[in-house]
């Protein structure tokens, strides 16, 4: 259910589309009961992922909430400043090279070089963390600006 959402553009999506076309959402998956997924809305609002809300047209929309975006690395709006993760990840540790580059990628990083990527979201915590698990302080440098230069920079903003 949350990587449904986590699919979807803005992070709602109409309940009766999901219900109803849930393939869509889950890449080619079966059809789900709708009891399943009932079951499923109710356990994730209970912990404090989803709320329901009723929009002007009197339909019911699923949204993540900060619980919900920040499971996704979703949080941190813009804050003026931009992420810039400079690194050079040896050949020898290739896997957590790869493993750092999904993980930039899915927090909407951009690449300007193979090894320097930036982003405008305030997602330096969560990075950090990043970082420590995966023993690479050494390797990996994250500076934070708010240099207006960086304004020409193609972002993947929605």
Known sequence: MLLALEKSIDGTVRLEDF?????????????????????????????????????GEGNAILT????????FGKEGEWDGKYRIVIWDIPEKNRRVRDLFRRKLKKWEFVSLQKS???????????????????EMEE?????????????KIKFHDK
Do not use: C, Q
């Open 19 to 55: 219900t109803y076309h849930s393939y869509k959402y889950m890449y080619g998956a079966p059809e789900l009961r709708k009891n399943s997924v009932a079951e499923a809305i109710r356990r994730l609002r209970e912990k404090g992922y989803l709320e329901k809300v009723i929009n």
């Open 116 to 134: 320097v990527w930036v982003a405008k979201r305030n997602i330096t915590k969560k990075l950090k963390k990043l970082i420590t698990e995966l």
């Open 139 to 151: 390797l990996i440098i994250v500076i934070e600006t708010d240099d207006p230069s960086l304004e």
């Open 64 to 71: 993540l909430t900060r619980l919900g975006k920040d499971f």
